[in-house]
C-alpha cells in the first residue's frame, strides 16, 4: 500500500486571505451592509434594551472630511458598537451644522465670480449685492452638497449610523425647534438688546461669537501720548495704547489708586506717571535727563484734560484693571471700543461711544455732538490693516505729531483676537446687538447650586481634609470669581446666599452633574463660564436662523415669546426662507399674537442667530425629538440626557457651552452626563494640522479622511486611531501609521490561523467542556479570560489605547509565540476526531470568535470579515452578535503547575538552542530533554502535566529524573531516542513496530488508519 502521508495530515485551509487588501475589499462589504441593511438592524436586535446615546457633535457641511475629523467620527463609532456589543440599544444620530459664515463666504465669492466674471478680493466676503433669498438658496445647495460628500466618507470609515436620517440645522423642524427654545430663554427673561463693545470682523461684516475668535501673535503700533491736564500749563498725564485708532473714541483715563503717581520733569514739562514704570517709560521716550516728584494719587480724581486732538475734555476714574507691569500706569478709555472702558464708562456715566461704522472706517456718532468729535479729514479712513498699518492708524498718529502729543512710537509684539474666517485682527466695537445675559438670575438654578455645594463637599470627604480643602478653594474660587462679575460675593458654606444665576448654575452644574474625562475638561469649562462676557447672538448675515425679532416706529426692539412661537410655527411650515422673502408688514401679520396691545411693528429684525445657537440647541431639537434616543423608564430630565458627548478640546469654548447654556437656560438641566475630549492631529512641528497649511502646500499630501484610507484601508487608520492616547494631542506621521500596520497583519494572521484549523470543526457536535479541555487549552482559555476583563474595563472608561496595548501584546505573546506554535502538532497530526485536537479546536473556536467581537469596535471591515468564516458564529454579522464574557478559571492546582511550567521553559529553550548551535541536534523535534530539579518543584508532576511541558518545548522526548532534595534545575538535551517518523517528525522508538507502515510511529499509524478508512 502507498499512502501519501502528507494527505493524511489535517493541514490547515481557509479562504480567509493572508492578504488583507483593505482598499479594494472594504468598499464591497460597505455594499453589503447597505443592501442588507445593517444599522437598521442592529437596531431592531437591540429593541427594548438599556439605551445609551452618544449625541454627534455637527460638523461644519463645508469641504472634505478632514482627518481631524475622521478621529471624531472613529471614537464615536468606536464607542457606539462597543456599547452594542454589550447589548445596549445605542442608536447613532449624525448630524451636520448648516448654517453660517465659512458657507455664506464661499457661496458669495462663487456668485460674485459667476456674476461678474472676476474673483473678489479674497478677504471681502460682503453679499450686500444679491438678495437674501438668492443667496440662502444658494447656501442651502452648497450645504447639502457637502453633507452628501462627507456622508459618503464618514461610510467608508466604517462609521454606522441613521445616515439616511442626520438631524440638519437647516432643517424647517430642527429651525422651529430651536426657535421654540429660543422663546422659552425670552420668556424667561434672558434676552436682551444693549449697546455693548463686541467682537467685530471688518471683512466679514459682522459680529463674532468668543469661539469665532482666534488668537494669533500679532505686531501692533504701540504708542505713548500727552494728555495736556487743563490748568496746569505744561502737565499732562501719560497714557499707552496698542490701538491708536481707538483715541478719537477716548473719553477717560484710568488710575490705579493703590499704585504711587510721579511727576517727571522732563525739560520744561511735568508728566504724570505710575513711578514703578518711570525708568521703562523714560528709557523708551529716550529722556536722558529728568526729576521725579511724588504725585498724589487722591488728586488724581480731580484732575481733567483736554482731548489731544478732539474738542472735548475728560476725567480720570480709579479702576483696579489698571496694572502695574506695562503702559504707564494710565489706561486710556473708551467705552465703545473694550469691555473693561464699557463698563467703567457705564459707571460713570459716560456715553457708549463709538465713531466706527460697519466697514470699519471712522465716522461721526450721534453720541457726541459733531463739533466735540475727531477732526472731519479722519472721517472715513479704514481700520483694517494692510500690510502692518491701517489708515485710521496712520491719519491718528499724523494728528499726534503735528500736535506734539506723540512721546514714543514702536511695535509690539503679542498675541491679539482675530477672525476665524477672515484671519484679520478683530475690533472691538460697541453696537446694537441682541445678548443672553449670563448673570440672569432664575429661581431654578437653585437646585443645581445646592446640589453642587452637597456633591463638592460629599464627594471630597473620602480624600482627607487637606484634598478637601484643595478643591473646595479650587470650587469656590471659581465662584466667587463669577459672583464678582454680577458684584455679589457668595457666603463661602451658603449656597443660599450665592446668586442663583445662568452663571454660577453653569459651574454648579458642570462641577456636580457632569463628569469630565479626561478631568482637566471641567476646569476649562468652569473657566470659561466664570469669565465669559453675555453672549452676543445676533449675526449681520444671511445665511442663518433669522432673529425674530421686529422694530417699531420709534426704532424700538420687539421681541416677545408668543410672537416668537408664532414665527416658529410658520418657519415649520416654510422653512426660514419665508423670513426673508415676506416683507416685515406681511410677517408682522402672520406672527402678531391675537391679543397683541404693545407698539405695531414697522420692520423686521435682519440679524441671523449666531450659529451656535443652532448646534447649542440641539439637545431639544433631536434629544427631546427623537424618539429612539429617548430613555425608556427613566424620569424627568434623564429621559432625555444624553449619556456621552465628545468633541475636540476647543468645544469647551464652543459647543460643550452653547449646549449647556442653551439646555440650562431653557430646561434646566445639562444636556450630558459625561464629557469627552480628544486633542488634535498634530503634524511633527506639534502644529493643528489644518486647512490653511494645506493649502500653502504644508503637507506632502492632503490631510483628509479619504487619502489616509485610500493609502492604508479605513481599518488600519481606525486602529491607528484606537492606538493613540486620544485625550493628549495626536501626531500624524506616516511610521507610526506604518507600525499600528505591522499589527493589523499580526492580528489578521493570528484570525488566520485559528480559522483555518476549524474548517472541519462543527461546534454542535465537536465542542469540548470545560473540565475535559487538555491543559494547554485551559491555560490558553484562561489568558483569554484576564485579557477580556481587562479589555473590558479599558473600553469602560474609554481608554481604548489600552485595549491596543492587550490585545496586541497578547496576539504577539501568548498566541504567536506560545499557544500557535505548540498546537500545530496536535492539530496537524492527531487522527482528525481525537479528543485531544477536538479540544483544541473548541478552544480556538471561542479564542477567534471572543478576538473578533472583542476588535469588531476597532477592526469594523476585518473582523466582519472573519466572522464568516467561523463554524456557526451565531450571527451573520459580528456587528450583530452580543459580547458576553464566558470566563474560563484554572484550579489553585492548575495555576502553580503553569506557573512552574513556564518557569522551566526559557532554560530548556536555552539549552535547546546550544545544542542546536554545536549541531548535536537540528529541530527541537530531534531532541530528548531530561530535567532535574528539586522535589516540589518537578517531583509531583503527573504524567498529563510532564505532556503539556513537552508540548510546550516541542521536544520529542521529557525526561524529568529522580528529584533531588534542594538542587537547581538542570537541563540536558541529547539526540533523541529511536526513530523518526515520517508522518509527524517525532522520534519514536516504536517507528516500523507495525510492518504495514514501517516508516511510522505507532500515534501515526493509529491516525492513518482512520484518515483512510
Ligand atoms: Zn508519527
Redesign the pocket.
Known sequence: MTTNYKDTLNLPRTDFAMKAGLVEREPQRLQQWESRKLYQQIQAGRAGKLRFVLHDGPPFANGDVHIGTALNKILKDIIVKYKTLRGFSAPYVPGWDCHGLPIEFKVSQEMRKGSAGVPPAAADVSSASFDPATIRKACEAYARKYIDLQRTQFKRLGVLGDWENPYLTLNKQYEADELRLFAVIVAKGFVYRGKKPVYWSIPCRTALAEAEVEYRDHVSQSVFVKFPVVGQPKTFIVIWTTTPWTLPANLAVAYNEKLPYVTAKVGEENLILFRGLLPAVAEKCGWAHYTATPFQTEQLATIQYQHPFCNRTGKAFAAEFVTSDTGTGFVHIAPGHGLDDYNLGRQNGLPIYSPVNDDGAFAYSNELPVEQQMPADMVGKSILEKHGKSDANEAVLHELRVRHALLHQENYHHSYPHCWRSKTPIIFRAMDQWFIKIDHERDEFKKAIDNAWQKVWGKMAPHGLSTMATKMDDFMSVVKDACAKSGTLPDILNADNTPASLRVGGIATVDAGVDWNPAWGLNRIRGNIANRPDWCISRQRTWGVPMPAFYDAKGEPILDAQIVRNAADLIEKYGSNVWFEKSACELWSLVKPKDWQGAQAVSKSNDTLDVWIDSGSSSRCVLQQRKELQHDGKTGDEIWQADVYLEGSDQHRGWFQSSLLLSLAGNGAAPFKTVLTHGFMVDADRDKISKSKQSQGGYDKPQTAEAYVKKYGADVVRLWVASQDYRNDIVVSEERVNKVGETYRAIRNALRYQLSNLYDFDPAQHTVADDQLTGLDRWILREYSTLEAEVITAYDQYEFHVVYQKVSQFVAVELSAIYHDVIKDRLY?DPADAPRRRSTQTALWRLVRGLCAMLSPMLVFTTDEAWEFIPDSGCASVHLCTWEPRPLALTEREEQTWRRLFAIRPAALACLETERQAKSIGKALDAKVILKGPAPFLGDLTEEEKESLRELLNVSQLVLTRPSEGAELTVVAVKADGQK?E????W?TD?GAQAQHPL??G??VAAVRQAVK
Not at 983 to 986: A, E
Request: proline share 0%.
Open positions: 497530526t517518523c508522518r509527524c517528525w517525532h519514536e517507528v511510522l510511529c500515534r501515526c
